[in-house]
T-cell receptor, first 115, second 116 residues
C-alpha cells in the first residue's frame, strides 16, 4: 500500500513569493490534515478535511494561507505571499474516518525555506 | 484546552540498554487515545504505539511499551534493547473525539540518540 505522498520535498523561495504544496493521501482515507512543524517542535494543525469539507481551519492564517481538497482526494496548501517566519516543514497526514481509534499516517513533509 | 508536555528535550542511551521517555498531558476528557510517534532524521513520522484511555493494560509492541497512569495523566514510553535505528525524535500525542471527528495534540518532542 502506498503511503502519503507529498511534493515537493524541499522548496526555497524568496519572501513575498507564492508557494504551493501538494499532498496525495492514502487511498480510501477520508480525513486529511495539514500540519506546520517548526524546527525542534511538534506538529501544529493548520487545517483538517473530511472528504472535501474543511472541518477545522481555526489555526490557518487565512490572510496568506489557503487550502483546497477538490474531489476529496488530493489537497493543495498555498502561501501567498510567503514571509520569513513561514520557514518550516509542512506535513500532510491522512486517516480513515472510523469513529474510533483513528491513527494518522504522515507523509515525508515539505521543507520550506524562505529567504 | 488539551496540552501535552514532554519535559526531556534530548536524551542519550547506549545501544542495547533501556530508556524511558516521559510524557504528561492535561485534559478533562474521560475517553481519549494516546500515541507515541517516531520521526527519524529527515524521514517521515511513523506510529510507534497507541493506548486507549479506557484500557488499563499497558500497550506493548515488541521492544516498545508504555506506562500509562491515567490518574496522574502520565504516558511514558520505554524502549528496551535500544538499537541504533531508534535514534529519532519521539513525539507524544493526545487524541480526543470532537463530534464525529478526532482532534490531535502533539508534544514538543524528545530527541533520542542511541550511541554505539
Amino acid at each position: 500500500e502506498a503511503g502519503v505522498v507529498q511534493s515537493p520535498r524541499y522548496k526555497i523561495i524568496e519572501k513575498k513569493q507564492p508557494v504551493a504544496f501538494w499532498c496525495n493521501p492514502i487511498s480510501g482515507h477520508n480525513t486529511l490534515y495539514w500540519y506546520l512543524q517548526n524546527l525542534g517542535q511538534g506538529p501544529e494543525l493548520l487545517i483538517r478535511y473530511e472528504n472535501e469539507e474543511a472541518v477545522d481551519d481555526s489555526q490557518l492564517p487565512k490572510d496568506r494561507f489557503s487550502a483546497e481538497r477538490l474531489k476529496g482526494v488530493d489537497s493543495t496548501l498555498k502561501i501567498q505571499p510567503a514571509e520569513l517566519g513561514d520557514s518550516a516543514v509542512y506535513l500532510c497526514a491522512s486517516s480513515p474516518n472510523r469513529v474510533r481509534t483513528d491513527t494518522q499516517y504522515f507523509g515525508p513533509g515539505t521543507r520550506l525555506t524562505v529567504l | 484546552a488539551q496540552t501535552v508536555t514532554q519535559s526531556q528535550p534530548e536524551m542519550s542511551v547506549q545501544e542495547a540498554e533501556t530508556v524511558t521517555l516521559s510524557c504528561t498531558y492535561d485534559t478533562s476528557e474521560s475517553n481519549y487515545y494516546l500515541f507515541w510517534y517516531k520521526q527519524p532524521p529527515s524521514r517521515q513520522m511513523i506510529l510507534v504505539i497507541r493506548q486507549e484511555a479506557y484500557k488499563q493494560q499497558n500497550a506493548t509492541e515488541n521492544r516498545f511499551s508504555v506506562n500509562f497512569q491515567k490518574a496522574a495523566k502520565s504516558f511514558s514510553l520505554k524502549i528496551s534493547d535500544s538499537q541504533l535505528g531508534d535514534t529519532a525524535m519521539y513525539f507524544c500525542a493526545f487524541m480526543k473525539h470532537v463530534g464525529n471527528f478526532n482532534k490531535f495534540y502533539f508534544g514538543s518532542g524528545t530527541k533520542l540518540n542511541v550511541k554505539p
